[in-house]
């Protein structure tokens, strides 16, 4: 209640005060704080994108250097208006076949100037007909658009509107409507064109060296990671390359096929470099390089690309190789394929990189302490994460490191004596003699795969999973004065011949010397890993040859500081990869690889055991042509004979390729299938073919349980095969030296058969035992 002063009355009185409002529920308030937060959560989302995050510097650092941008834009002007005005006058005065001409006249060739003067005269001829031209036809439309304005003009004068025909109005409407829009636009046509001229004038004017960042690149947090061409071509003019120097000098832009841009934690860019100069030139100035882009070595990898002349430029991000690559993605849980590949690493772009394994050799070196072991340790242990995969080990030297991959190893030897170097030939010898039954296997499969597959490791009855066989300080085995000669033998064929058989071996070496490693090892490797390294020799030795001159150099990672960082080549499509490698401690009372091992095991339990004896050697399967048919009909109930011929081929080419219809029409006979005839064309019935399939099931089970063979039979059922790789049941781990005389390498891993007996993994008196070799 207000009072209120009446001045007639003079009395006072209070008047009702009313509030205009509307209850609301509670209901109806959470409804509008939710619309609300969710209106606020989008807006910050959007503010913290990172495109809204730069954008947002962009215009603060801009405002900061407007004074700094005004000048430059205005030098930009003035030298962009300059550049035209001495372009106009070299076109009017022919300065370029001017100096031509003066040219060959101090050269004194008669012939040139002349040309040059020709070309001055037919030019100039050539101008003045293109001009008279454009006049003539200049002043002939303008006469024409006259004309038929002033026709348009009078009729329109004469005549309604409403009296014209419709063609005559719609060209009205569209004079009408040009008009209005001349109209409209004509007051904003010369501001508009003083802009874009003046735009033009600056754009000419613009500095030419290439990526002038100083437009859009703002002060940012991580301003001493960024990189552009322009960085880039001042850091290349300052090597002192004497082509690229006298290029940069004359004017000359580099060509950038890859603009520099994000790659992973640092910024790839690939320049095509000037006539004489290559890529190699660049890479043997790496450190310079390196300091004018304020960056280290080890974050700068000039390297040569596609071709000789193409620089391929990778520079990280300051900081970021420094750090460890973190915890190993499958320490706590995960299985592996080895088809697929092992986790063992960071790329220097940040990614998770998997190495592969078959199909591929390793080796790996680097001066001691660096981490060698270690990645031949990380390989080992994921591919034990694969229940498939057969696991052998041989340390020459006295080192726990392999100690809790015991328990899955089939082989395992570790020590300095000759018996250890004995056993590590015999697993070589056993190994070309399995790569020799596996190839007779493979041939004798369904249309001769090539090479072992997924899909054939899995099956236990061929015996092919894979074998991978590590051998760490792998110099002291070729270097032995008794076995050297025999194993370096051994190990080249294995690495020529024994990959696409599903058997992998990996080296590990701190000598990687010409003389403790083979020649033919480091040219048919796959996989070269170099640690730190101290000299060219040992680099190329690891790498290959010509690595280290194309600027693939493990001599820049530093002892120590870059410890289990290294150089890698052949584990992906790129020319090299700095990967910084996973770390699996198993010392100072820390062990993580034994859990992993603990989980390996369980999963080769939880595999599906079969009883049998030993696995033979496997003879060449026969094709089954009655489920070959089956399997081209593709569940259709007719097909015609000539399309199940044409799909047989594609199936098997090599067993169907020679077959004509009389041939099908034979084979379907032989097994009481008659082909039919349908809409003209004969064809074969999917009942009949799952008919004769059931006919022949039970004919061949009547006959082996009667213990007779009768023509047309299978045969008996195959025995049952072993599991693959090794038992979840193995034994405890020996001490690590030999206890007694042993056939096949020392007694870990080994599988008890069904009937109680023990053997090896590879053929004893030309049998074939669980491993598959």
């Known amino acids: 209640m207000t009072p209120r002063d009446d001045r007639q009355t ?32 989008a807006v910050r989302s959007i503010a913290d994108l990172d495109a809204v995050a730069r954008a947002r510097s962009v215009v603060a650092y801009r405002a ?53 003067q020709e070309l001055i005269r037919s030019d100039a001829k050539a101008r003045w007909a293109k001009f008279g031209n454009f ?82 690149r703002p002060d940012r947090d991580d301003s001493d990671s960024w990189v552009d061409e322009r960085m880039i071509t001042r850091a290349l003019a300052h090597l002192g390359i004497a082509p690229l120097n006298s290029f940069l000098k004359g004017g000359g832009e580099l060509v950038y096929t890859v603009a520099a841009r994000k790659d992973g934690d640092g910024t790839q860019a690939q320049i095509r470099l000037p006539l004489g100069v290559t890529a190699e030139m660049v890479s043997d100035r790496r450190k310079v390089l390196a300091a004018n882009l304020g960056r280290a070595s080890l974050e700068t990898w000039p390297t040569t690309g596609e071709e000789d002349g193409v620089l391929d430029l990778w520079v990280a991000d300051k900081g970021t190789l420094s750090g460890g690559a973190g915890d190993w993605p499958l320490l706590h849980d995960g299985a592996v394929d080895v088809f697929e590949g092992v986790p063992f690493g960071l790329t220097q772009r940040g990614l998770v990189i998997n190495a592969p394994l078959v199909g591929s050799n390793w080796l790996v070196g680097g001066r001691p302490g660096q981490g060698k072991t270690n990645l031949l340790r990380v390989l080992m242990v994921g591919a034990a994460l694969d229940p498939t995969a057969e696991l052998w080990a041989f340390v020459m030297g006295e080192s726990p490191d392999f100690d809790p991959l015991v328990p899955r190893l089939s082989r395992y030897r570790m020590g300095m004596d000759d018996s250890v170097a004995a056993d590590a030939v015999q697993a070589l010898e056993d190994l070309l003699g399995e790569m020799e039954r596996r190839g007779r296997t493979l041939g004798g499969q369904s249309g001769r795969p090539p090479k072992v597959s997924r899909r054939l490791a899995d099956n236990p009855r061929l015996g092919l999973h894979p074998i991978i066989l590590s051998i760490d300080e792998c110099h002291e085995l070729f270097q032995h004065r008794k076995y050297g000669k025999r194993a370096e033998e051994l190990a080249v064929k294995l690495i020529k011949r024994g990959r696409k058989y599903g058997i992998v071996l990996l080296l590990a070496t701190q000598s990687p010397t010409k003389d403790s490693i083979p020649k033919e090892i480091t040219r048919n490797v796959s996989c070269g890993v170099a640690f730190a390294v101290a000299d060219h020799i040992a680099n190329d030795g690891l790498l290959g040859s010509g690595k ?60 599906p055991l079969t009883a049998g004896s030993d696995l033979k050697e496997v003879e060449a399967v026969p094709a089954d042509y009655l489920r070959d048919i089956q399997s081209v009909i593709q569940g259709e109930s007719r097909v015609r004979t000539q399309t199940v011929l044409s799909r047989l081929v594609a199936l098997n080419p090599q067993e169907y390729e020679p077959w004509t219809a009389r041939d099908l029409r034979a084979v379907l006979l032989g097994f009481g299938i008659q082909s039919r005839k349908s809409d003209g064309a004969m064809v074969v019935r999917s009942e009949d073919v799952a008919d004769a399939i059931t006919r022949r099931a039970e004919s061949a089970l009547e006959t082996y349980m009667d213990g007779r063979r009768t023509p047309g039979s299978q045969g008996p059922f195959p025995a049952a095969s072993l599991s693959l790789g090794p038992s979840a049941d193995q034994r405890g781990r020996p001490s690590g030296r030999r206890a007694g005389p042993l056939l096949n390498g020392p007694e870990t891993g080994r599988i008890p058969l069904s009937d109680g007996h023990d053997k090896g993994s590879l053929p004893v008196d030309g049998e074939v035992g669980p491993g598959g070799g």
């Open 135 to 216: 006049l003539r036809r200049t002043l002939v439309g303008l006469a024409a658009v006259t004309v038929l304005l002033v026709l348009l003009a009078l009729v329109d004068a004469v005549l309604d509107r409403s009296a014209m025909p419709g063609w005559l109005r719609a060209v009205y409407a569209v004079r009408d409507a040009l008009t209005a829009a001349m109209s409209a636009a004509w007051p904003w046509i010369p501001p508009l064109t003083v802009v874009g001229v003046v735009v033009a004038a600056m754009w000419e004017g613009r500095d030419r060296t290439p990526g002038a960042g100083w437009l859009t």
């Open 548 to 607: 280290y001159r194309a600027g693939v150099r493990a001599t820049e990672l530093r002892m120590h500081t870059d410890r289990g960082t290294c150089v890698a080549v052949g584990v992906t499509h790129n020319s090299f990869e700095l990967v910084r490698t996973f770390y699996l401690p198993f010392e100072d009372g820390i062990d993580e690889v034994t859990p992993v091992i603990r989980r390996a095991i369980s999963n080769i339990g939880n595999l």
């Open 10 to 41: 003079g009395r006072g009185e209070l008047v009702r005060q009313v509030l205009d409002g509307e209850l609301v529920d509670s209901e109806t308030v959470v409804a509008q704080r939710k619309a609300s937060s969710k209106v606020n959560s």
């Open 64 to 116: 900061r250097t407007a004074p700094r941008d005004v000048v430059r834009l205005t030098w930009f002007l003035t030298r962009g208006t300059g550049r035209w005005i001495a372009k106009a006058w070299r076109w009017a005065s022919y300065a370029d076949l001017r100096a031509d001409a003066r040219a060959a006249r101090i050269a004194g060739d008669v012939e040139a100037r002349r040309t040059a």
